[in-house]
Nanobody, 116 residues
Framework: QLVESGGGLVQPGGSLRLSCAAS????????IAWYRRAPGKEREGVVC???????YEPPAMEGRFSISRDSAKNTVYLHMNYLKPEDTAVYLC????????????WGQGTQVTVSS
């Protein structure tokens, strides 16, 4: 099971950290990715961490987001910086065993709104 948290309202230019807490298995054994789904747009892969902790960032992303693991907490984080209004979306984490970007297991998502 994957549970996201940490979403909310943030001003443009601000930062936010989202959490994806895993239960039922070790998150270290999985590829974990963050996706986002903005109103009227298709779901978009944001960043992914592999089982060796290397990181994959889709070419469309601008390098403002990063991902990390805390094995002791069985949690993966999305670090978002220099947020823009167009970053407003529901952010979801997903896990899988076949590589980045995984789609096997999903959380419910957390809303991020970037607005002044």
């Amino acid at each position: 099971q994957l549970v996201e948290s940490g979403g909310g309202l943030v001003q443009p230019g601000g930062s936010l950290r989202l959490s994806c807490a895993a239960s039922g298995d070790r998150a270290d054994n999985y590829y974990i990715a963050w996706y986002r789904r903005a109103p009227g747009k298709e779901r978009e892969g944001v960043v992914c961490i592999r089982t060796d902790n290397s990181i994959y960032e889709p070419p469309a992303m601008e390098g403002r987001f990063s991902i990390s693991r805390d094995s002791a907490k069985n949690t993966v984080y999305l670090h978002m910086n220099y947020l823009k209004p167009e970053d407003t979306a529901v952010y979801l984490c997903a896990a899988g065993t076949f590589g980045c970007l995984p789609t096997e297991y999903w959380g419910q998502g957390t809303q991020v709104t970037v607005s002044s």
